[in-house]
C-alpha cells in the first residue's frame, strides 16, 4: 500500500480530461486523484499481465490510431512486416476522416507477441491499443 503521496504534474488535451471528469464522477471517485490513482493501478496490474506471456499465444492487437499523423501508417506497415510471420490476418476500418481501427489476429510465440504490441503502442499517434491473449493449448 502506497505511503507518501507524491505531487506530480500532467498535461492533458481538455476533451481527454473532460471525458474523464465525468467517468470518476459516474464512478463516485472523491478526486480527480483518487481516479488517476485506479487507472494507475489498472495500468500497472496489465504491464504485469503482459509480462507473463509466454510460450505459444493466439490473440489480437486492437488499435485505434490517427492516420492523419506523419509517419504513423508507415511506421504501423512496418511493424507488421517485421512481424509477418505472426500476423495470421487483419481487419482495417476508417472511422472517420482522421481514425482509423485495426485489429490484427496473431499465432506465435508470446514473447513476439508482446514485442509487436509494444512497438505498435508507444508510437505517436495511436489513440487506443489493447493486447489480448491465450495460450493456444487453453481448455476453453
Keep these: 500500500m502506497e505511503t507518501e503521496l507524491m505531487r506530480i504534474g ?3 488535451p481538455d476533451t481527454l480530461l473532460n471525458k474523464f471528469d465525468e467517468i470518476i464522477e459516474k464512478r463516485g471517485y472523491s478526486s480527480r486523484s483518487e481516479g488517476i490513482r485506479d487507472a494507475i493501478r489498472s495500468y500497472i496490474s496489465y504491464y504485469e499481465w503482459m509480462g507473463d506471456i509466454k510460450g505459444h499465444r493466439v490473440g489480437t492487437v486492437a488499435v485505434i490510431y490517427d492516420h492523419t499523423k506523419r509517419g504513423l501508417s508507415n511506421a504501423l506497415a512496418d511493424i507488421q512486416h517485421h512481424y509477418s510471420p505472426l ?3 487483419s481487419v482495417h476500418i476508417h472511422l472517420d476522416h482522421d481514425n ?3 485489429v ?3 499465432d506465435g510465440d508470446g514473447e513476439e507477441i ?8 508507444s508510437l505517436k499517434g ?3 491499443s489493447k493486447l489480448t491473449t491465450v495460450s493456444s493449448n487453453e481448455k476453453i
Excluded at 114 to 121: F, G, P, R, V
Design 104 to 106: 490484427i489476429v496473431l
Design 10 to 12: 500532467v498535461s492533458l
Design 126 to 128: 495511436v489513440k487506443f
Design 100 to 102: 482509423c481501427f485495426e
Design 87 to 89: 500476423i495470421k490476418s
Design 114 to 121: 508482446k514485442e509487436l504490441a509494444e512497438a505498435i503502442m
